[in-house]
């Protein structure tokens, strides 16, 4: 419970030093009965008049929350850069929501405005910033940045131990970006402030030459920003990734279990992804699919069921491969039993059934939301046979449907002669679920 709390305020700290302050966080300082911080906002607030008791933040951060609980009057947070730009802002509103009832629901905390870093650091290096994509690999797999990359774009990074500039610069080597410009803005607004410039191939060769001291190369409190530029073309920057790109369980490169281009993009026009949508990728293969969806739509969640050993550690390497970590989550097991746990979908596409696609087709059918979409695409004639009687039962006006099959040829030669060998083809059936029918199942 939050009842306790009289006032929350969260002071965004800024690059500077007090100055920086506006007078109503001073204000707010001043009569905190609590103030909770990190050492170094102490520090920065070591000459103001304080009364109330300074309490630093709870290690692991996931203590905080009871932390926070815990105090009672007035209570300060105090937050480095802006706090309503990746910083702890969005977590105090969270904290709000989860733990408000009839009493709290009045608290609404108070957020003191500053200046970010990252607006400081572009300041630092003559750069407007409203052409800068923000990233963030604090907390978080530095993999996951890949997902966000293209060529001949302007970057600020958030970062932390585990994303150093050395491993920043190698992730974009990595990504066919060598010819990148970064610069590591240091302990902006203090005494010790730095800026240093570096092309991607001579930080990582200097990290290379330094790895002994590569913890210390730089302050901990450091922001890297970064334009891309290189000959690119790893990375997809449009959807149709090759087969090639993905890694797979077959015995050549783009073979195995994996839905084919041609096929894929089909799928998702079909499905057509939109943000905050939470997809189900049954039988995922070596995710294809997965990997597309969640890579052209960052702000929804896919889920990727599969249970076959040979083909989950090619999903998960594609998973990091293409960056979609932090939206795409693999569920390891047999559909339908692994969905019981999983949210309710907007869109769902089923791939693969391991025997039981009646059974996967009704559980998906009966959680998909009203105004929802399930994808079908059927190789064999069974399957085929199966999916139709599926949708032959369900009431006529609880669904629309849309149903092709692609049939796709691809160059290949004989004798040194081009010719077409055809791939077997896929039956794709979309059924959108009318809101009359989206009651579902005890």
Request: charged share 20%; proline share 5%; net charge negative.
């Amino acid at each position: 419970m939050i009842g306790k709390i009289e006032e929350l305020h969260v002071v965004s700290m800024g690059v500077g030093d007090v100055a920086s302050l506006p007078e109503s966080a001073l204000h707010a300082i001043h009569s905190a009965d609590v103030i909770l911080g990190a050492e170094h906002h102490f520090t920065s607030i070591a000459e103001l008049e304080c009364k109330g008791t300074k309490e630093l933040y709870a290690t692991p951060f996931s203590l905080v929350k009871q932390q926070v609980l815990s105090f009672e009057g007035c209570i300060v947070v105090l937050a480095s850069g802006d706090s309503l730009f990746f910083g702890i802002g969005s977590w105090i509103n969270n904290l709000l929501v989860e733990d408000s009832d009839s009493e709290t629901t009045s608290l609404q905390p108070v957020f003191h405005p500053n200046i970010s870093s990252i607006q400081a650091a572009c300041h630092l290096i003559g750069k407007p910033w409203q052409q800068l994509t923000v990233l963030s690999a604090h907390g978080r797999p530095l993999a996951d940045i890949k997902g966000k990359l293209v060529n001949h774009c302007f970057y600020g990074l958030f970062t932390d131990k585990h994303s150093q500039p050395f491993a920043v610069a190698n992730t974009l080597i990595n990504a066919g970006f060598e010819q990148s410009t970064l610069w590591v803005c240091e302990s902006i607004g203090t005494d010790q402030q730095r800026v240093r410039q570096y092309k991607a191939r001579d930080l990582v060769e200097q990290g290379d030459s330094s790895a002994d001291s590569i913890e210390n190369e730089f302050h901990p409190l450091h922001v890297t920003l970064f334009e891309t530029a290189g000959a690119g073309n790893i990375l997809p920057e449009f959807p149709g990734i090759l087969d090639t790109a993905f890694s797979t369980d077959g015995d050549k490169k783009g073979s195995g279990l994996l839905t084919k281009r041609e096929v894929r993009i089909n799928i998702l026009s079909l499905l057509q992804p939109t943000a905050d949508d939470i997809g189900w990728d049954v039988g995922a293969g070596c995710g294809g699919v997965s990997v597309e969806w969640a890579r052209w739509n960052p702000k929804g969640k896919v889920y990727s069921i599969e249970y076959h050993p040979d083909r989950l550690p090619h999903l998960r390497e594609n998973q990091q491969r293409f960056g979609v970590g932090g939206n795409l989550q693999i569920i390891e097991g047999r559909a339908p039993d692994a969905l019981l746990e999983l949210p309710r979908p907007q869109k769902v596409f089923v791939g693969g059934s391991g025997g039981e696609l009646a059974g996967i087709l009704s559980f998906c059918w009966d959680k998909l939301t009203g105004n929802g979409k399930l994808v079908i695409a059927c190789v064999t004639e069974n399957n085929k046979h199966r999916a139709l009687e599926f949708v032959e039962q369900l009431p006529n006006d609880s669904y629309e449907m849309d149903i092709s099959q692609l049939s796709v040829s691809r160059g290949d030669s004989i004798a040194n002669q081009l010719i077409l060998r055809p791939q077997l083809p896929v039956l794709l059936i979309a059924i959108t679920k009318n809101l009359t029918a989206c009651e579902v199942k005890a």
